[in-house]
């Protein structure tokens, strides 16, 4: 069973009904989706929040193997570890699941109007309403506002109702299950500010929280995506945004800790904002900057660097509001100006992340224990165990972190439930079923257009009605129809229900990105009994309303050329077959740190063959060197722990001094060469989990190298652990934060340092209280819960000094220790700072031999040299080689828990391949005309996935293409002098009849 719907929910559900186990999906609320469905975008990538889970929503529902039930809570737990009974209340919608049609006719004619709890009670809902436009199931149900409850003098939507889906007999009804295993999955919920009256909020009108502001932004929100101020719903011109409210306050009310994700929201909501206003000025009042993750720095220099966009570092208070503009007054302090106050039109609190509702209640329900900031507390060393056996966790009930994590964990806990229920698996778990494939090979080409209006996102720029009747004039169009969102469960639906009864043979969605959303229409297709490649996507969405939202007429013609493009390929598309292939059952782990010894061990004790490859002669990695940790795990005992369990478990096989010289095959049948100790050893293998860590700068500047007094946080570690005697008698030590990142040449933070920089100044501080430290430093990120290591320190005295990067640090020897000069920006002079240890936190860079590990499996670095996730929200362990899986700081620094959950991450979505005895492959793949084929190798030098090799004919030598390795990327036909190779699904003449049409336009 997985407890919540959100995003991280979701991804459970999905990954453990994938491998084989019968899913219960409980949502409290009327929809699955949580607070992700309420947001405009994602960062870094800007992704459409409702692009990445819309897709999911639908698989969920499809799947055989999930049964989703929302506006359901938990009444009780009982029973033991792999035999929980759990008894459920199922909240009465007073509107019957199986009759409602989601038509909304009720909702038109309901008198009474509530503020609407999805828009942030911006904007008003009826007493019946659907929750969300996209929500599953997409049914109505009945608000404790609706007259007929309270005195039952209306019933008008009895009335209305032509399915009779209305019934107000309905009472809570009580659900038993008998589960195995349970994920708790509850999210969390957004601090409100109301409550001690922060910042004016619930005071001043034109006070939002960012939550309110996400609802101001999105398509679907109050005013279509038109960013309006609450008083009199002017743009906004002039706009503030305030950091950490509720977050890193130990006043009544606040919260302790860093929410995590507040700075990089609030930068992208300015990015978006401009987007919107271009001529917007914006003020980000803040403390620290914490863009910690994969690419979040780089998103914050992309928001600073934006025209009227200005980062003040300064604690703010609102100090009033004009009784006429009704503008906020906000004053602040500057380092070189004295206090100011300003006006804003808008104000924006960037509030935190609270534990769920009701986590106290939840706790005591599931038996498990709340840690002292009132998320769930772990274990230590199993960030998703909690402290009840069979009962895990997943998502931000851990703490606060961003959705990428967040999805992490979900197929973490995925595996460790798969684990939990080995001997379950398959069992309850049903196939799916598809219809027969009608043939249509001797039909004329009947093409369906469906048009999607995407919320506001297409239909408030491009005329939607208008490309509709522009669509029925085009040849082979016998049915079109527009739709508010095509990839709603209903539309969806809708759209195969008119497949079959038009006798449709060919599909054109004119929506979004086929990126995220063509796999489902796809899938939608099979389901009507059309094979899947008679269909394709207009992008409308990407490619026009969003480039052009302030060129309304001429968007409306671009899309109409795309739809015409669309048509005139579609009319030539022809079936195509995927196929299937065995799945070998053993996985190679690359890397023996914690991060491959984890995964290979979540594999081993599900009964799978795993091959753990390190290059050094021992396991461990970069753990060797880290002996305690902030929350004073040790180290060194957990690793030698984890070492023992590997090397004696019995399906794993360890090789050591080994280095991989080939690899070959594709997913679910790879072929790896090792050499180790002389001899090459070949390893079978279905699946692949990358794990090769990260190294240690080794700086040159700060004197490094030339001082032994001069060392890394690392090496001070070792040496405080060793007992050192210059460090035991240090008297002053200086701290340096961000030696070798957040600069041109490594343009990331490496997330750890500032946590590791507290945790070693603690420790000396522990040993000699009258030690005197210095820590200088850009922005202290010590993120989530690490934020009590850094009040902890201040409170034992440890100095914290500013620093710019234009401005950094000097080191020199000064008799017999150092003399560190650097600018502190409150006293606005230069101090001279003595000390006899200098410590740099050293950047975490990529692993040697990185890009030999890439080239070998053929997945991608990113620009900082980290291996490439195939999407960071959406897929954020997996590569976009399929079968190839990725953790631990290899793909980015993270701390020993982070690498720990990843890990998990990896082993449950490799074993969503491994529990099957097939893998599917695509039928849009590369062949080669022989009787064209001159044999000149140019295809085979442009292929990126080694899918192309010569082969000895009849005719001669000839380029052959491996089906299975090839990914359809079309590099070998565009590169093919004699035009020889030609891409399926994608033949010149699909794509010479899109240029026709775009021409004939």
């Known amino acids: 069973m997985v407890v919540g719907g959100g995003i991280s929910g979701i991804q459970a559900a999905l990954d453990l009904a994938t491998a084989g186990f019968k899913v219960y999906l409980v949502e409290k609320t009327p929809t699955i989706g949580g607070k992700m469905s309420q947001l405009d975008k994602t960062f870094p990538t800007n992704d459409c929040s409702m692009c990445i889970e819309s897709p999911k929503f639908i698989e969920c529902d499809r799947h055989p193997n999930i049964e989703i039930m929302t506006y359901t809570e938990v009444a009780g737990v009982e029973g033991t570890p792999g035999n929980f009974t759990v008894t459920l209340t199922k909240k009465p919608r007073y509107v019957d699941e199986d009759k409602c049609t989601g038509c909304t006719v009720c909702v038109e004619y309901c008198p009474v109007k509530i503020p609407d709890p999805f828009n942030q009670n911006l904007s008003l809902n009826k007493a019946v309403h659907i929750y969300f436009s996209q929500a599953v199931p997409l049914v109505t149900y009945i608000d404790e506002t609706c007259l007929y409850l309270k005195d039952k003098t209306c019933s008008i939507c009895t009335g209305v109702c032509e399915n009779d889906a209305i019934n107000f007999n309905q009472t809570p009804q009580k659900v038993e299950v008998k589960v195995g295993a349970i994920v708790l999955s509850p999210g969390y919920e957004i601090f409100d500010p109301k409550i001690r009256g922060d910042y004016g909020y619930g005071t001043y009108e034109n006070v939002v929280t960012s939550m309110d502001f996400e609802r101001l932004l999105c398509a679907t929100g109050p005013h279509e995506g038109h960013i309006l101020r609450p008083s009199d719903k002017h743009h906004p011109q002039k706009v503030a945004w305030i950091h950490c409210v509720g977050s890193r306050q130990v006043t009544p009310g606040g919260n302790s800790y860093c929410s995590a994700v507040c700075c990089s929201y609030t930068q992208k909501q300015v990015i978006l904002a401009k987007d919107h206003v271009p001529d917007m000025q914006a003020m980000i009042f803040h403390n620290d900057i914490r863009s910690y993750g994969k690419d979040f720095e780089r998103f914050y220099q992309r928001a600073e660097k934006l025209p009227g966009v200005m980062f003040v570092r300064s604690y703010v208070s609102v100090s009033g509001e004009d ?64 402290t009840r056996p069979g009962v895990f966790l997943s998502g931000a009930f851990r703490g606060p972190m961003d959705i990428p994590e967040a999805v992490m964990t979900a197929s973490a806990a995925g595996a460790l439930s798969g684990q939990f229920l080995k001997a379950r698996r398959g069992r309850l778990s049903t196939a ?36 509709c009747d522009y669509a029925k004039t085009l040849p082979n169009v016998v049915h079109v129809e527009e739709s508010l969102f095509a990839c709603a469960t209903n539309t969806a639906k809708a759209i195969g229900d008119t497949v079959r009864d038009k006798g449709l043979n060919r599909v054109v969605i004119a929506a979004c990105t086929p990126r995220t959303h063509e796999p489902l229409f796809r899938d939608t297709l099979r389901e009507a009994g059309i094979n899947q490649y008679f269909f394709d996507m207009a992008n409308i969405r990407e490619h026009c309303s969003w480039v052009h939202s302030k060129e309304q007429a001429d968007a409306t013609k671009k899309a109409k050329d795309i739809v015409r493009m669309s048509v005139a390929r579609t009319s030539l598309l022809e079936p195509l077959q995927e196929f299937s292939l065995p799945v070998n059952k053993a996985a190679l782990v690359v890397g023996g740190g914690v991060a491959g010894m984890t995964s290979a061990l979540t594999l081993a004790e599900q009964g799978f063959q795993a091959y753990l490859i390190e290059k050094a002669s021992d396991l461990g990695g970069m753990a060797r060197r880290i002996h305690y940790t902030t929350d004073g795990l040790d180290v060194q005992a957990y690793l030698n722990d984890l070492k023992k369990k590997t090397y004696r478990h019995q399906l794993i096989r360890v090789i050591t001094d080994a280095t991989i010289t080939e690899v070959s095959g594709y997913v679910g049948n790879f072929v790896t060469k090792v050499r180790t100790k002389g001899r090459i050893v070949e390893l079978k293998h279905g699946a692949a989990i990358i794990a090769t860590g990260a190294d240690e700068y080794k700086p040159t500047e700060y004197l490094y190298g030339q001082d032994a007094r001069v060392m890394t946080q690392l090496e001070l570690e070792g040496k405080i652990v060793a007992g050192d005697e210059h460090v035991k008698q240090a008297r002053s030590v200086v701290m340096i934060q961000c030696v070798g990142c957040r600069q041109e040449d490594r343009n990331y933070c490496s997330r750890v340092c500032c946590s590791g920089a507290m945790k070693n100044a603690l420790k000396l501080k522990a040993g000699n209280k009258d030690i005197d430290i210095h820590v200088l430093f850009r922005d202290m990120r010590t993120y989530g819960f690490a934020e009590d290591s850094y009040r902890a320190a201040a409170g034992q005295d440890v100095k914290f000094i500013r620093y710019e990067p234009q401005d950094k640090p000097r080191v020199e020897v000064d008799g017999a220790g150092f003399k560190v000069t650097v600018r502190d920006p409150i006293l606005d002079k230069r101090l001279a700072l003595e000390a006899d240890t200098i410590v740099l936190a050293a950047a975490v860079i990529p692993s040697a031999g990185a890009e030999d590990t890439a080239r070998l499996f053929k997945v991608p670095l990113s620009p900082d040299g980290f291996f490439q996730e195939a999407h960071v929200k959406l897929r954020p362990v997996d590569f976009a080689a399929e079968g190839v899986y990725l953790c631990g700081t290899a793909q980015y620094p993270k701390h020993l828990s982070e690498v720990i959950g990843q890990a998990y991450g990896a082993a449950g979505r490799a074993l969503t391949l491994l529990t099957h005895d097939t893998v599917v492959a695509s039928g849009s793949v590369c062949e080669v005309n022989e009787n064209m084929c001159v044999s000149c190798g140019a295809c085979i030098t442009s292929c990126s996935y080694g899918a192309i090799e010569f082969h000895a004919t009849p005719r001669g030598k000839k380029a052959v293409i491996n089906p299975v390795l090839c990914k359809g990327d079309g590099l070998c036909n565009a590169k093919c002098p004699t035009g020889a190779v030609f891409l399926k699904h994608y033949t010149d003449a699909e794509v010479f009849g899109q240029i026709e049409a775009a021409l004939a336009g």
């Open 323 to 386: 009784p006429v503009t009704r503008n906020v007054k906000i004053r602040y302090s500057t380092t070189d100006g004295g206090v100011k106050e300003e006006e804003f039109e808008l104000v924006v609190l960037s509030v935190g992340l609270n534990p769920p509702a009701g986590a106290s209640e939840l706790a005591r329900k599931f038996g498990v224990e709340l840690g002292p900031q009132g998320f769930c507390k772990t274990n230590p060393v199993n960030p998703i165990e909690t």
């Open 432 to 467: 799916r079923v598809y219809p027969i494939e009608r043939d249509v090979s001797g039909e004329e080409a009947k093409i369906g257009v469906f048009v999607c209006r995407c919320g506001a996102n297409i239909g408030r720029v491009v005329d939607v009605p208008g490309v």
